[in-house]
């Protein structure tokens, strides 16, 4: 699978886009590689992204810095709600908090991103994707909260920014909420008071050290096999794409047809 740094991709449950002007080609299929690997790495250790987001980050974190991913930078915070908010976005939660540590071209990227998935139908593989890997609604056997009083959902997703040669910046969301999650992720409004819990903000910079990549790149295309094929998927871009035509169209057309 040939990788460009002016598309857009869903790594499971990770939006990765690039600034294109000065991003490594190799780079970005390498963070592309690597990330898969390490969100497949916390799935098969925590059994769920969804039960243990802190935990199943804790071993992302752990497998990423083993992938030689050099972090410069990293933190976990939780996402202070004005008094009066009634309801909030991912997307606004990526502002008031994730974007405040980019600049302005990383910050292009990433909207850039959010706004072609936004526009994709629902039955693309992208969106079915990344939909799957970022929220579930928890079963009463696995819910951390006992004893269960309502209906759990929990959000954990990713969003990430290839930039300046080899370098990164990820942002990890996750929260749980008595209201049920559509498929709209980034524009849905989650009602406040529905929350359980806070929401934690998750964020790193990293620079991966294409030296030492290098010597492990092809066990990792190959540790991953048929997944980079079923767990990556590009964001097309088919705003341009001409809609089919009707059936009374389709048959004008052929009755016009000289052969």
């Known amino acids: ?38 969100q497949m790495g916390a799935d098969k250790k925590l059994g769920s992204r969804f039960v243990d987001p802190a935990g199943w980050l804790s071993f992302f974190k752990n497998t990423v810095g083993n992938l030689f991913w050099n972090l410069s930078e990293q933190g976990t915070s939780t996402l202070k709600i004005s008094a009066g908010t009634a309801s909030i976005t991912v997307l606004q939660i990526l502002e008031q908090s994730f974007f405040k540590r980019l600049n302005q071209a990383q910050i292009d ?46 959000v954990n997703l990713q969003i990430s920014i290839a930039h300046t040669g080899s370098e990164i910046a990820l942002c990890n969301i996750f929260f749980q909420t008595s209201q049920a999650v559509s498929d709209e992720l980034f524009t849905q409004k989650f009602a406040i008071k529905n929350l359980i819990g806070n929401i934690n903000v998750f964020y790193l910079k990293a620079l991966l050290s294409e030296t030492n990549y290098g010597h492990i790149r092809q066990q990792v295309i190959e540790k991953l096999g048929e997944n980079i094929n079923t767990n990556i998927v590009l964001v097309a871009d088919n705003s341009d794409k001409p809609s089919p035509p009707s059936p009374t169209e389709a048959r004008s057309f052929i009755r016009s047809l000289k052969i």
Do not use: C, R
């Open 1 to 38: 699978m040939a990788f460009s740094t002016e598309q857009t991709y869903v790594v499971s449950g990770n939006l990765i886009s690039a600034t294109t002007e000065d991003t490594n080609t190799l780079s970005y299929e390498d963070f592309i590689h690597s990330n898969l690997l390490a």
């Open 109 to 154: 990227s990433a909207t850039a991103s959010v706004d072609l998935f936004s526009q994709l139908s629902e039955d693309d593989p992208a969106f079915i994707l990344y939909n799957a890997k970022s929220h579930a609604q928890i079963s009463a056997a696995t819910k951390v909260i006992k004893p269960p009083q309502k209906e759990t959902y929990s």
